[in-house]
């Protein structure tokens, strides 16, 4: 059965520094994975996504996630954080061979920025 | 802004009562998926729709549905209301619903049952 887990229900880290939001995943085959952040009161926007090809995916505003299929591991990071990344952000994956089109959702993680 | 609307931003009702939510997907988007946000349970894919078939179901309960118009948008109805059912419903589309493709994720309809 496919599943994600995202082990960390809050991150905090200092604005400046640099930030990782980790994400595992399970899967029969190879993964499709992606990374979204939801702000307070708003719908989930899309950052980045892994399909095949170079293991560091460049998304928006800065962020970046290195597929470890040694690891099973797609952890979000940004070499330095801004205050305004402080939001809550989901990994999914979904099975490259499943048929079922539905997406696999972690359950998110808080990331606090702190001036 | 990602180009998903959807109807009605919030909605107040009683247990028992019946509602409707509307989505209309990105221009060119022609799969659908339902998603229901609450603060226990994450994220959870209720249904997802293609050009008008039902393509794949999720935790979707039996009082709820869904279609999908020629149109393209969509309408989740949640009848005989109940207190658990207070969430955030969103509303997300993509191109046709392959694997590896962006799902593109509308504002939410805040759902509160009293």
């Known amino acids: 059965a496919q599943s994600v887990a995202q082990p960390e229900d809050q991150v905090n880290v200092a604005e400046g520094n640099p930030l990782t939001v980790k994400c595992t995943y399970s899967?029969?085959?190879?993964?499709?994975l992606f990374w979204y952040v939801q702000y307070p009161n708003r719908g989930l926007q899309f950052l980045l996504k892994y399909i095949t090809g170079d293991n560091l995916v460049k998304g928006s505003y800065g962020f970046e996630a290195e597929f470890n299929k040694s690891q099973t591991s797609f952890h979000l990071k940004k070499p330095s954080a801004l205050v305004s990344d402080s939001a809550l952000y989901f990994c999914a994956v979904r099975d490259v061979m499943d048929s079922n089109y539905q997406l696999i959702w972690g359950a998110g993680t808080k990331l606090i920025i702190k001036p | 802004d990602s180009g998903v609307t959807q109807t009605p931003k919030h909605l107040i009702t009683a247990t028992g009562q019946r509602v409707t939510l509307r989505c209309s997907p990105r221009?060119?988007?022609?799969?659908v998926y339902w998603y229901q946000q609450s603060l226990d349970q994450g994220l959870q894919f209720l249904i997802q729709?293609?050009?008008?078939?039902?393509?794949a179901k999720g935790n979707i309960l039996e009082r709820f549905s869904a279609q999908q118009f020629p149109d393209l948008h969509s309408e989740l109805n949640l009848s005989s209301l109940e207190l658990g059912d207070s969430a955030l419903y969103f509303c997300?589309?993509?191109?046709?619903?392959?694997?590896?493709?962006?799902?593109?994720f509308g504002p939410g309809t805040r759902l509160l049952v009293l």
């Open positions: 997300a589309s993509s191109v046709d619903g392959a694997s590896g493709e962006t799902q593109y």
């Open positions: 899967v029969s085959g190879n993964p499709y």
């Open positions: 221009s060119g988007d022609l799969s």
């Open positions: 729709y293609y050009n008008g078939e039902e393509r």
